[in-house]
C-alpha cells in the first residue's frame, strides 16, 4: 500500500507539472519495491511472507496477503511463481473460495471460531484484494500460472457464496468446505460491507481498465465460448457515458457481432472476439 500511495502521489505530481515531488516519489516507489522483493521473499517457498513477531525471520507460511503486491502492479515478473499456489487445491483453492492460508500448513484453521481469524477461512476482503491482483497479473505480466478461466471459476464461486438463508449477503468469513458463513447472525457479520465485488466484475471480468489518458481500454476475463452475451450499460468514465457489450452472434442486443465499446452512443472499438481492444474517448 506504500508503494501505490507513493506511486499515485508521484503521477499526480507529475501531471500538475511538479517534476520534483514527482522523482522524489518514484524513488520511494522504488526503494519500497526493492525492500519488498529482498526482504519479504521466501526463496523456499516461492511466496512473499510476512516476516514473525515483528523480527527478521520469515513466518515460514504462504498466507493469501501474499498476493497483493499485484494490486499494486508492483512485482517484477520473476516474482510471477506464487500465482502457481493460487489454483492448486493443496493450498489455496478450495470448493468455496480462496482460503487465507495454505490449507497444507499444520495450523491451518487451528485458531477457533470468532475473534478475527485469518488461519484459512474464506474472507470476502481478501478475495476481492487477490481478485483484483490476478485481474492485474493477466492484463500486466507475460506468464503462464493463471489464465482467464482461472478469475472466471473464482469470481463465480465468490458470487455463489454470497447467500445467506436462501437471501443475497455479504459476511465477515465463511467456512471453506460447506460455504457457511461463520458469523452469519452477529452483528458485525452482516454490516461487512468490505467486498469489491462491482469493481471485479466492471475491471476484470468485463474488463473496463482504468487509464489516465484519453484511450479506454476493454480486456474481458470471460473465458472464450463461456457466454454467449453480456452487457455493462452506463458506466461514467472519464465524464462520459461507456457501454460495453458482447454479442457472439449479433441477435441478443442488435447492435452487431462480437464485442463493441460505446461512448456516448457511438461505437469505438470493436473485435469479433473476446480480446483486448482499444479507442478513442
Same mark, same amino acid.
Given at each position: 500500500y506504500? &508503494?501505490?500511495?507513493?506511486?499515485?502521489?508521484?503521477?499526480?505530481?507529475?501531471?500538475?507539472?511538479?517534476?520534483?515531488?514527482?522523482q522524489?516519489?518514484?524513488k520511494?516507489?522504488?526503494?519500497?519495491?526493492?525492500?519488498?522483493q529482498s526482504?519479504?521473499?521466501?526463496?523456499?517457498?516461492?511466496?512473499?511472507?510476512?516476516?514473525?513477531?515483528?523480527?527478521?525471520?520469515l513466518?515460514n507460511?504462504?498466507?493469501?496477503?501474499?498476493f +497483493?503486491?499485484?494490486y &499494486?502492479?508492483?512485482?517484477?515478473?520473476?516474482y510471477?511463481?506464487?500465482?502457481?499456489?493460487?489454483?492448486?487445491?493443496?493450498?489455496f483453492?478450495?470448493?468455496?473460495?480462496?482460503?487465507?492460508?495454505?490449507?497444507?500448513?499444520?495450523?491451518f484453521r487451528?485458531?477457533?471460531?470468532? =475473534?478475527?481469524?485469518?488461519?484459512?477461512?474464506?474472507?470476502?476482503?481478501?478475495?476481492?484484494?487477490?481478485? =483484483?491482483?490476478?485481474?492485474?497479473l493477466?492484463?500486466?505480466?507475460?506468464?503462464?500460472?493463471?489464465?482467464?478461466?482461472?478469475?472466471?471459476r473464482?469470481?463465480?464461486?465468490?458470487?455463489?457464496?454470497?447467500?445467506?438463508?436462501?437471501?443475497?449477503?455479504?459476511?465477515?468469513?465463511?467456512d471453506?468446505?460447506?460455504?457457511y458463513?461463520?458469523?452469519?447472525?452477529?452483528?458485525?457479520?452482516?454490516?461487512?460491507?468490505?467486498?469489491t465485488?462491482?469493481?471485479?466484475?466492471?475491471?476484470?471480468?468485463?474488463?473496463?481498465?482504468?487509464?489516465a489518458?484519453?484511450i479506454?481500454?476493454?480486456?474481458?476475463?470471460?473465458?472464450?465460448n463461456?457466454?454467449?452475451?453480456?452487457?455493462?450499460?452506463n458506466?461514467?468514465?472519464?465524464g462520459?457515458?461507456?457501454s460495453?457489450?458482447?454479442?457472439?452472434?449479433? =441477435?441478443?442486443?442488435?447492435?452487431?457481432?462480437g464485442?463493441?465499446?460505446?461512448?456516448?452512443?457511438?461505437?469505438?472499438?470493436s473485435?469479433?472476439?473476446?480480446?483486448? +481492444?482499444?479507442g478513442?474517448?
Amino acid at each position: 500500500y506504500m &508503494f501505490g500511495n507513493a506511486v499515485a502521489i508521484a503521477n499526480l505530481a507529475k501531471m500538475n507539472g511538479n517534476a520534483d515531488i514527482a522523482q522524489l516519489y518514484y524513488k520511494k516507489a522504488d526503494s519500497i519495491k526493492q525492500l519488498v522483493q529482498s526482504i519479504l521473499w521466501s526463496s523456499k517457498d516461492n511466496f512473499f511472507e510476512v516476516l514473525k513477531d515483528h523480527g527478521d525471520t520469515l513466518a515460514n507460511v504462504k498466507e493469501e496477503i501474499g498476493f +497483493i503486491p499485484w494490486y &499494486f502492479n508492483m512485482p517484477d515478473s520473476n516474482y510471477n511463481v506464487a500465482w502457481k499456489y493460487l489454483v492448486d487445491p493443496k493450498t489455496f483453492s478450495a470448493p468455496f473460495g480462496i482460503t487465507t492460508a495454505d490449507r497444507s500448513h499444520p495450523q491451518f484453521r487451528t485458531h477457533g471460531t470468532g =475473534t478475527c481469524e485469518w488461519d484459512g477461512a474464506v474472507w470476502p476482503f481478501a478475495t476481492s484484494q487477490t481478485l =483484483t491482483a490476478m485481474a492485474n497479473l493477466l492484463n500486466h505480466y507475460n506468464q503462464n500460472y493463471v489464465a482467464d478461466s482461472n478469475y472466471f471459476r473464482q469470481l463465480q464461486t465468490y458470487v455463489e457464496s454470497m447467500y445467506y438463508r436462501g437471501r443475497p449477503y455479504v459476511g465477515e468469513y465463511l467456512d471453506e468446505k460447506t460455504g457457511y458463513w461463520l458469523m452469519g447472525d452477529a452483528e458485525r457479520s452482516r454490516y461487512y460491507n468490505h467486498s469489491t465485488f462491482n469493481d471485479l466484475v466492471i475491471t476484470g471480468l468485463v474488463g473496463l481498465r482504468p487509464r489516465a489518458d484519453n484511450i479506454i481500454e476493454v480486456n474481458p476475463l470471460v473465458p472464450a465460448n463461456k457466454w454467449k452475451w453480456f452487457c455493462l450499460d452506463n458506466v461514467l468514465y472519464h465524464g462520459k457515458i461507456v457501454s460495453i457489450i458482447w454479442d457472439e452472434d449479433g =441477435t441478443k442486443y442488435k447492435k452487431g457481432k462480437g464485442l463493441t465499446v460505446w461512448v456516448n452512443g457511438k461505437k469505438v472499438a470493436s473485435s469479433l472476439k473476446l480480446e483486448k +481492444i482499444t479507442g478513442k474517448l
